[in-house]
């Protein structure tokens, strides 16, 4: 297993930033590549797609179109993008971590462009894309603001942009909610012998901007038209806007 903690930072991933963060989330993501997409349908229990899907329909994707699926990971996003642009649409997935997008290529071969890329650096011209997708991504990025100016940067204007991430449950039911996640999350993880990433997933989601935060900051960064919605009873939300 890859080590994620080292004598000189002891911290746990979810209290790190920056530099310390990156590559910690990095590694951690390298280390459980081969189990990612059974261990994701337990935590959901089976209605991560359901999310992705409902994402996909909030920005309308059309026949033909360039879509740039940011953080893809084991590629769960594409077959949706690709089912919505067919075969003259153009599909690209780029993420950090390399095992990740090794297992997405193994599904995906030469039907998509897969590409390492930071979120923070894409390699990219600018207003290269009519859309983009992010699926649990964007929390796992020191620099969010960053994240979210290069997601616009790349772009057309008008593009349409969506990330579906984890949230704080609110209300009544969230307390509960949230210890439920919290508790059962980690005890999966477990199963598969990784805790710590499985602990990161709740305790990352608590660090993460709130939903009014987000929104204030896809604004910022050149997005209008900004709306949410929570899946899950509030412990998954999708943001979505167009850019200016
Ligand atoms: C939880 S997975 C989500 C994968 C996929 N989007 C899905 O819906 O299942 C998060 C992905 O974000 C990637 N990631 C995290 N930080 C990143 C960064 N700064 N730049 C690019 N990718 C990053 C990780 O490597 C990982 O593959």
């Known amino acids: 297993m890859t080590k994620v903690k080292t004598p000189s930072d002891p911290q746990p991933i979810w209290q790190r930033e920056g530099e310390a963060k990156r590559e910690a ?21 089976g209605q991560d797609e359901k999310w992705r899907r409902a994402a996909v329909e909030a920005i309308n994707l059309q026949p033909g179109e360039s879509v740039l699926d940011l953080c893809s990971g084991t590629g769960a996003f594409l077959p949706h993008i ?5 075969e003259a649409g153009l599909v690209t997935g780029v993420d950090f971590c390399a095992p990740m997008l090794a297992e997405a290529k193994t599904k995906f071969g030469e039907k998509v462009s897969l590409q ?9 011209q600018a207003e290269s894309f009519d859309a983009m997708t992010v699926g649990w991504g964007l929390r796992n990025v020191p620099d969010l603001d960053r994240a979210l100016s290069e ?6 204007p008008g593009g ?13 039911i969230g307390p509960i909610s949230e210890w439920a996640c919290g508790t059962i999350v980690p005890l999966v993880g477990r199963v598969f012998g990784k805790t710590e990433a499985y602990t990161y997933l709740p305790k990352s989601a608590q660090r993460f901007a709130s939903r009014e935060e987000l929104t204030a900051k896809m604004e910022k960064a050149g997005f209008s ?11 998954i939300c999708m943001h979505w806007g167009v850019k200016k």
């Open 25 to 45: 989330v990095r590694e951690m993501f390298a280390d459980i590549a081969p189990t990612y997409d059974r261990v994701n349908t337990i935590v959901s229990t």
């Open 82 to 86: 690709m089912a919505k642009v067919g």
């Open 116 to 124: 390492v890329g930071d979120a923070t650096e894409l390699p990219f």
């Open 151 to 156: 997601a616009a940067r790349v772009l057309k």
């Open 160 to 172: 349409r942009f969506v990330t579906v991430d984890m949230a704080r449950p609110r209300g009544l």
């Open 225 to 235: 038209d900004v709306q949410f919605k929570d899946f899950y009873f509030g412990n």
